[in-house]
Every structure is written in C-alpha cells, then in structure tokens.
Nanobody
Framework: QVQLVESGGGLVQAGGSLRLSCAAS????????LGWFRQAPGKEREFVAR????????YYADSVKGRFTISRDSAKNTVYLQMNSLKPEDTAVYYC?????????????????WGQGTQVTVSS
C-alpha cells in the first residue's frame, strides 16, 4: 500500500511559480514511477510529468516542457513539481500518482495509487 499526500498548491499570477510536493509512504521504494497529472473543470485528467523512482528518468507533456521540472528526494520519499512561467491554462487540480509496476507512464488508468489533489489557480 502506498499513501500519497500533495501540498503546495495555491493562487498565483500568470508568469509566477509554484512548487508542489508529494510525500509518499508505504511501498514508495518499490514504486516504478511517480507521476503528476492534472484535471481542469470539464476536462479529462491529463499527464503532466513523471519520474522513475530508482533511476530518476524524467518525461514531460509537451505543454509543460521547459517550464515544469519534476524531481525526487529519495531520502524524504518525496517528489516535487517545480512550475515556472505559469499560464492561466495551467489552472487545474494537480494529482500525484504512483505506478508500482513497469507500464506506460502517461496513462492515468495504469497508475495504482493517487493522492487527494491540490488546487493550482493561475490568474491572468
């Protein structure tokens, strides 16, 4: 069992920055990857970024590439999402998720565990 708790969301002006955190407990060390997804009102949940737990390999959605950075602190069992140059279209609830087994990492349906989400609102 893996428990995920996100924090760091809030309201920011366009062009600003936020850093989200996802604290993992339980089977974190056996997770294949941790990912960030987001869901805006009326839209489907979409992939944002992911990092493999052991090797630290990262992958990003085209919409956030160059603006967002995912990282991990293995000692703290925590994954971060540094979000810079935020745009109003980044407004969404952001979720952290854990993928326990090797699988395509951009598909939210394949992730095993989810956090409760944290709201990010970017004003224009």
């Amino acid at each position: 069992q893996v428990q995920l708790v996100e924090s760091g969301g809030g309201l920011v002006q366009a062009g600003g920055s936020l850093r989200l955190s996802c604290a993992a407990s339980g089977r974190a060390f056996s997770a294949y990857a941790l990912g960030w997804f987001r869901q805006a009102p009326g839209k489907e949940r979409e992939f944002v970024a992911r990092i493999t737990w052991s090797g630290g390999s990262t992958y990003y959605a085209d919409s956030v590439k160059g603006r967002f950075t995912i990282s991990r602190d293995s000692a703290k069992n925590t994954v971060y999402l540094q979000m810079n140059s935020l745009k109003p279209e980044d407004t969404a609830v952001y979720y952290c998720a854990a993928l326990v087994t090797v699988a395509p990492t951009t598909n939210p349906d394949l992730y095993h565990y989810w956090g409760q989400g944290t709201q990010v609102t970017v004003s224009s």
